[in-house]
């Protein structure tokens, strides 16, 4: 039988994990027509869900002021059709005023 991964083996797959995802989110890829031509780039949204989901299991969590990132996407999301109300029902309690 094999023995557990150390504390350290462990926190340095972590620190490892979370430095590569942030490299990935915020590199964008081609978008390629059917001829092969570049013709824009956009960020790869399975890693943006693999960063979401880190973030998640990991419990860190961020407060919507005004002026930072968190308070510009619920701004935009509230625009949405869903509308500010049924937004608040679907949002962590950190993101609703």
Do not use: W
């Not at 780039?41 to 989901?53: C, G, R, V, W």
């Not at 973030?55 to 935009?76: C, F, H, P, S, Y």
């Amino acid at each position: 039988m094999s023995e557990k991964a150390s504390k350290s083996a462990m926190d340095g797959l972590h620190g490892t994990v979370a430095n590569i995802l942030a490299k990935e989110v915020q590199t964008k890829k081609p978008i390629v027509d059917c001829d092969g031509k570049v013709i824009g780039e956009m960020y790869d949204k399975q890693m943006l869900s693999l960063a979401i989901k880190f973030l998640k299991d990991n419990n860190i969590t961020g407060v919507a002021k005004e002026g930072n990132a968190l308070q510009a996407l619920r701004d935009a999301a509230a625009s949405t059709p869903f509308g500010a109300e049924e937004l608040g029902q679907t949002l962590p309690p950190q993101f609703n005023h």
